[in-house]
């Protein structure tokens, strides 16, 4: 009976710690044993804390990826937008959920101003795959991955204008960063 009254103690008090890992108003289906399907997507890189963190879903074909979300809903397709605090410290594991099995395409986007609208010059992006990001969207070719039932997982590194093209910052100047 102890043992019982114990393990159930450990487990009430663990709830608030596994919730506060994962991110986003979804984050229960990212959770062992939720039966729902959900994409548990971990950002790294930031160039500051910053800000909001948006995470968008498409569907996964070169004539969906990154369309309006307005179109895509009116037409019944797969669509989904989570925004979130970018995290004090660590990667941000945001979880988003899934219409089903499929392929589909995510994109991060952060704005430090929490802007929706991206601002090329100070905000960052990165999309599912980590594909090299320019001036211009990447194919959906290169960023579509196939999600199966449950919960998949997807790691994907954050890209700034630096110089002339969009790259992730290097670590070193990261870490010099969060040591400030």
Request: hydrophobic share 40%; proline share 8%; with cysteine.
């Amino acid at each position: 009976m102890r043992f019982m009254f114990a393990a159930a103690a450990i487990a009430a008090l663990s709830t608030p710690a596994m919730a506060a890992e994962f991110l986003g108003p979804d984050a229960a289906q990212c959770r062992a044993g939720s039966g729902k399907d959900a994409v548990l997507v971990t950002v790294d890189g930031f160039k500051n804390r910053e800000g909001t963190l948006r995470l968008e879903l498409w569907p996964g074909t070169e004539g969906d990826f990154m369309r309006d979300h307005h179109e895509l809903v009116a037409e019944g397709k797969p669509y989904h937008r989570v925004t979130v605090p970018v995290p004090a410290s660590g990667p941000a594991r945001v979880c988003v959920p899934l219409p089903g099995p499929g392929t589909y395409a995510v994109g991060a986007f952060h704005s430090p101003s929490g802007q929706r609208k991206f601002n090329f010059r100070q905000d960052g992006a990165t999309f599912t795959r980590n594909p090299k990001v320019g001036l211009s969207k990447p194919k959906a070719a290169d960023v579509a991955m196939r999600f199966s039932n449950g919960l998949s997982e997807a790691t994907v590194t954050m890209n700034y204008l630096r110089g002339l093209g969009f790259k992730p910052i290097p670590r070193d100047e990261l870490q010099s960063a969060e040591s400030r």
